[in-house]
Each structure stands twice: as structure tokens, then as C-alpha cells.
């Protein structure tokens, strides 16, 4: 499967889920390490309706040579995440569950004693995930600066406060199980919320 291949399926099946409305929303997969390239998701298309063609190439910076296809404006900060994580693959969507769980916890969401946490790669009982929170920005820059700043290697995601969360893997398989198991872990939080 090529990455264009893989990350129209992908988009497809977060669209369904509600979690690409409109064009919101960009994944990508690294192709290449060195130097560090990336195919990243076309901006400004229905990700519910995107071909195999509607990907660039982008470098760890999110730029492009390509004349007609214009990568996400985000792009950046998924070269950013891949460099400093060695992820093989970063999504980020716009799911409910991470923004609200980001108003309630600004400073950070802490997850435990929850058996879905396994899915996220962290034991279900005594072991504390804080997920990171940053203040949105129009800027990948200043959002790769917070994400660094951040930055676990035993936490892979990050929440934007009233934007959305990107979740990395070694592949889009193992980025996609993160996220889904983030997302219930995030829902469960915000929805029997007592502190």
C-alpha cells in the first residue's frame, strides 16, 4: 500500500468516526529518515473524500517543492513530532473528547487505573499518564516549541487546547490504536469528571 493509499483509508475511517469534520484534521507518515521527509495530507480537501493523490512530500519543516499541492498548515509540526518522538507516523484529529478534557485540565490530564490505558501503551493499575496540554497557536513553531518542551517518550500525544490532539506511533496501525484508546480514555475522564 502506498502512503497516499494508507492515509486516505485513514482519513476515512477518523471521518466516519466524526473526528474529521469538514477538511479539519491531518495525518502523515515519515518515507524517509534522512533527511527527514514526510507525506502529509493535502490541505483544504473533505478528508472523508481523499485519494490516494491528495498527499505531499514535505520536509521536517512541512515545506514542499510540489507546485500544486498544498500541504497541511500544520505540516510542520508533524515533521517536529516525528524528529523528536522517531515516530513513523503522526494523526491528529478534531475529537470532542481531547478539547473538552483540555478545558477541565489546562495543565495537563491525568489518566489511571484504567484498563484501556493498555491499549495506549501504559499499564492499567500504578502507572500515571499526564497528557500534555499547549495553548493553540497559529504558529508551528511556537506549538513545536511547547511540544518539545513537553515532550515524554512514554506519552505519545499531545493535546492543543480548543483545537484537537495528535497522537504518533511507529506506523498509522499503531498511531490509530492510540488514538482510539486516548479518545475513550479522555471521554471517560471528562464524562465522570470530579475534580
Request: hydrophobic share 45%; charged share 25%; with cysteine.
Amino acid at each position: 500500500m502506498t502512503p497516499g493509499e494508507a492515509l486516505a483509508a485513514e482519513c476515512a475511517r477518523y471521518t466516519a468516526m466524526g473526528w474529521m469534520r469538514g477538511t479539519s484534521g491531518n495525518l502523515s507518515v515519515v518515507v524517509d529518515r534522512d533527511p527527514l521527509r514526510l507525506a502529509v495530507t493535502v490541505s483544504g480537501k473533505d478528508k472523508g473524500e481523499l485519494t490516494p493523490e491528495d498527499v505531499v512530500i514535505v520536509d521536517a519543516e512541512g515545506r514542499t517543492d510540489d507546485p500544486v499541492r498544498v500541504p497541511s498548515a500544520e505540516a510542520g509540526l508533524h515533521g517536529r513530532i516525528a524528529a523528536v518522538s522517531g515516530a513513523g507516523a503522526v494523526v491528529h484529529v478534531h475529537a470532542l473528547a481531547p478539547v473538552v478534557a483540555a478545558e477541565h485540565w489546562p495543565g495537563g490530564v491525568e489518566l489511571r487505573d484504567l484498563e484501556m490505558l493498555k491499549g495506549f501503551g501504559r499499564q492499567a493499575h500504578d502507572d500515571l499518564v499526564v497528557v500534555p496540554v499547549v495553548p493553540n497557536s497559529q504558529d508551528m513553531r511556537v506549538l513545536g516549541d511547547a511540544f518539545e518542551a513537553g515532550f515524554r517518550a512514554d506519552v505519545p500525544a499531545l493535546i492543543v487546547a480548543r483545537h484537537g490532539v495528535y497522537v504518533w506511533g511507529d506506523d498509522l496501525h499503531q498511531a490509530r490504536h492510540r488514538l482510539e484508546c486516548l479518545e475513550w480514555l479522555l471521554r471517560f475522564e471528562a464524562e465522570t469528571r470530579r475534580r
